[in-house]
């Protein structure tokens, strides 16, 4: 057990990746639908197009078309605050870098997946816990806006799925703006959930904050990690962004651009809903699979995310991920989404649900016998 503690959250994934089995990663790993499976064979004619295109013309496409869905209207697509990263990680990495340089401490959301703790504390910041129940309560207490230089926001949250509302995202930016601190969002999550989808960018254009917001194509459509993080930032957000961004990447891949803004056109078709149809009916399987069992029960009951946590009640989640890989059945315990405390998630596990749902049936018959034992 003892190893176990010292891993986090994406060592567990890899421990996953080649299980057939594998309900770790937030990843999308469900079948393609039929008119995806037609994009993807339409791959060659997609990159003869992009290759005799203009880069910013595509980018441009891929980003209307991406934003768009999700009610990004007010996005600034096409200036020159919009960089087109590989992963939300790499987009993470360059805004980290780039804060870095000009502050020091980050009131961060907690818990959240530890990969942003991890990258933020990686070039030198100090990291102050924002409970979500703070940060959902009202206004953030001025001590801690005046101890930091940055507000990150998971929203969605991962792994719980709340949402920071609109009038929430509206006190909290004018209050940024008041204390001249950056406020960052992380909206990787934000295509599961319809109450993520008001215009985020009119909020922040109009409050007068600095701010940074993180998107990630990557969590909704199986693509085999061919996916676009695109780090966006107010016109004048006080740090080296587009500097940094040049040390690291020229831009990225115009075939992956405009696979991402096939697959948007065809959520925009009614993918989307598809989308959230199955990944709900997986929700509800996860939960009937379970039901019964003393002291487990799932603490998300508004979740929408493409994950949903299991509370074990006293069961130990390191106990109970070890039991399950005896069966080959990969899950993420929580330690290490609660960054400032991992002991608050001793006893909970995470389950992926962008899966096909015979993998989910059989992965949770596991986890009941497992848990039925204990
Ligand atoms: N760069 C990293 N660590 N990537 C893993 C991350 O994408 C997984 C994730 O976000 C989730 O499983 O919820």
Request: hydrophobic fraction near 45%; include cysteine; proline fraction near 6%.
């Amino acid at each position: 057990m003892q190893e176990l503690q010292a891993i986090n959250l994406t060592e567990f994934e890899c421990l996953a990746l080649n299980s057939p089995l594998n309900l770790a990663d937030g990843h999308a790993r469900q079948a393609l639908t039929a008119s995806q499976a037609r994009i993807i064979d339409d791959l060659p004619n997609l990159f003869a197009k992009a290759a005799a295109r203009a880069p910013e013309e595509v980018e441009l496409d891929a980003c209307r078309a991406y934003l768009g869905l999700l009610g990004q209207h007010s996005h600034p697509v096409g200036e020159s605050r919009v960089f087109a990263c590989y992963s939300s990680s790499v987009a993470m990495e360059i805004f980290a870098r780039a804060l870095a340089q000009k502050g020091d401490a980050v009131a961060l959301i907690h818990p959240t997946f530890d990969n942003i703790p991890d990258i933020l504390r990686g070039v030198g910041l100090n990291l102050l816990p924002l409970e979500e129940d703070v940060l959902h309560g009202g206004d953030l207490p001025r001590a801690l806006l005046d101890a930091v230089s940055c507000v990150f926001v998971t929203t969605p949250n991962n792994p719980t799925g709340r949402v920071v509302t609109e009038e929430r995202l509206r006190a909290l930016a004018a209050q940024c703006a008041e204390h001249d601190v950056v406020l960052t969002l992380d909206t990787s999550f934000r295509g599961f959930d319809t109450r993520a989808h008001f215009d985020h960018y009119r909020v922040l254009e109009d409050s007068g904050c600095r701010w940074v917001v993180i998107e990630d194509t990557g969590k909704l459509w199986p693509t085999l990690e061919l996916k676009i993080g695109w780090l966006v930032t107010s016109a004048e957000p006080g740090l080296p962004v587009a500097k940094v961004y040049s040390d690291i990447l020229l831009g990225a891949s115009p075939l992956v651009l405009a696979l991402v803004q096939r697959f948007a056109e065809d959520a925009a078709d009614g993918g989307l809903p598809d989308l959230h149809r199955f990944i709900a009916g997986n929700r509800v399987l996860v939960r009937r699979s379970l039901a019964g069992l003393p002291d487990v029960d799932f603490p998300d009951p508004g979740s929408r995310a493409s994950v949903e946590r299991v509370r074990l009640g006293r069961r130990s989640s390191l106990e109970v991920w070890s039991a399950l890989r005896e069966h080959n059945v990969y899950m993420l315990p929580c330690q290490k989404f609660h960054w400032a405390d991992p002991s608050e998630g001793d006893h909970m596990l995470r389950v992926a649900l962008a899966r096909p749902a015979a993998s989910l049936d059989e992965a949770t018959r596991a986890l009941r016998l497992v848990l039925s034992s204990r």
